[in-house]
């Protein structure tokens, strides 16, 4: 299989990884950013179906392997000087292992921190038991 | 000054650096993805005016600086786990130093790469020169 011509213009850091930003395709929602490296990468592309890398398993991370929370990928852009991917998805439910629909559910508002989405689905039914 | 407490949130890397992602506030668009250290996060709060750290220049970057793209910050977000910042900002112009609005203006589509976005202002209009 020929590789995407996209991945000459990634700029894989001295990890091999990349920074990627999932957003969700219709509402423009920032949902998580998490890495890839090129396998991830390019599984990602072959199958429709995000693909990172865990760096604390470090291990590929098809997301909602284990919370069913999958993202259908959409479309994979990359910015000016390669080192970072924007990944338009269709989030399945939540991005969050929270239960959250966004990992980015805390925001700075005067002086105070303040959260700004409800759990949608509880972690235990998530993952079926403590988070691993 | 008091810190915010939205820093105790964040986890800084071991080079003292978190990735933050740029979202326009109203229309959604991710514009880009750049660095900050403490100092840029504190002083992005202090003043309403995005400020990252440059790590090619090794220096704090007021976005806009030289371009007059600045961004005005809307708010300050935090991911789940610390690692990760979404700023809402309100982008004058554009935010790419190609001249075009967001960075990630290339994508992917079947087999090949397009390019989404057209420049808006040249960059020799917004340096005044070859890119610095």
Redesign the interface.
């Known amino acids: 299989m020929t590789a ?3 991945l000459d ?1 990634v700029r894989f850091d001295a990890d091999g990884l990349v ?1 990627a ?1 999932a ?1 969700q395709h219709d ?4 949902l ?2 998490a890495w890839m490296n090129r396998e991830a990468v390019e599984e990602t ?1 072959a199958t429709g179906r995000v693909c990172y890398w865990s760096r604390s398993r470090r291990a590929l991370w098809r997301k909602g392997e284990s919370s069913g929370q999958v993202q259908k990928l959409k ?7 390669g080192d ?1 991917l ?1 990944v338009l998805v269709d989030q399945h439910g939540v991005a ?3 239960g ?1 629909r966004s ?7 005067g ?3 303040v959260t ?1 989405l409800d759990v949608e689905t509880p972690p235990e039914t998530l993952y079926g038991g403590p988070r691993h």
Chains 1, 2 share one sequence.
């Open positions: 995407h011509p996209i213009l920074p930003i957003q509402t423009g929602e920032v998580m950013m592309l479309e994979l852009r990359v910015d000016c000087d970072t924007l969050c292992h929270t959250r990992c980015f559910f805390r925001a700075a508002r002086g105070a921190v700004l």
